[in-house]
């Protein structure tokens, strides 16, 4: 995992060099051509939603990008239980057709089960377990997730497919645990299609 990690981290230092240099260039050339494709639909695997995720993005203005999206984990339990995730976030484009994209988000998670009821560990990671005894609950996450974005896009103005790596390390903030912030370094790639 942490190879992977790497290379993201790597591919958005090149696409950052890459972007200083042509800067001026799609300035001039952005600012002669407006987006005509400005939803964009697409497949998350990784990134802010810790496993996968399909999304719906809204670019405003040709820079800010607005998302949320949706995901469902199915979690080993003696009765069907799943985890939902939804992922949201703003972020600012940067280039043209070749992007680095800056954001945060945050994601918002839930369990469905009996008596559920969520564990913080020492580690970051949520433990979640149940009663099976009880009657059926739906419980949130309370403990708030900060998801800063940096990466890379490749989007054209007019649509169609587009695609991106970024990497996104959360940020978790929990009065509870030992250590009340915790970093867990993340990244992800897209795939999608815009009209």
Request: aromatic share 14%; proline share 5%; net charge neutral.
């Amino acid at each position: 995992m942490r190879h992977v990690l790497c290379h993201i981290v790597l591919l958005c230092a090149f696409a950052l060099g890459a972007f200083a240099q042509e800067a001026q260039k799609d300035s001039l050339h952005q600012a002669s051509e407006m987006r005509t494709a400005n939803n964009n639909i697409f497949l998350e695997v990784g990134g802010s939603a810790i496993a996968y995720s399909v999304n719906y993005e809204r670019i405003i203005d040709n820079r800010f990008v607005l998302r949320g999206g949706l995901s469902f984990l199915p979690v080993q339990s003696t009765e069907f239980r799943y985890l939902s995730i939804l992922p949201v976030s703003a972020s600012y484009l940067i280039g043209s057709t070749h992007y680095l994209e800056l954001g945060v988000g945050t994601m918002f998670a839930s369990f469905n089960g009996t008596e559920a009821r969520w564990q913080y560990l020492r580690e970051g990671a949520i433990d979640i377990s149940a009663n099976v005894t009880g009657t059926s609950k739906f419980a949130f996450c309370p403990f708030p997730t900060v998801v800063p974005i940096i990466g890379y896009r490749w989007h054209p103005l007019n649509g169609g497919l587009n695609i991106r790596a970024v990497f996104t390390p959360r940020i978790n903030f929990n009065g509870f645990a030992i250590t009340p912030i915790e970093v867990a370094p993340w990244g992800g790639i897209s795939l999608g299609w815009s009209f």
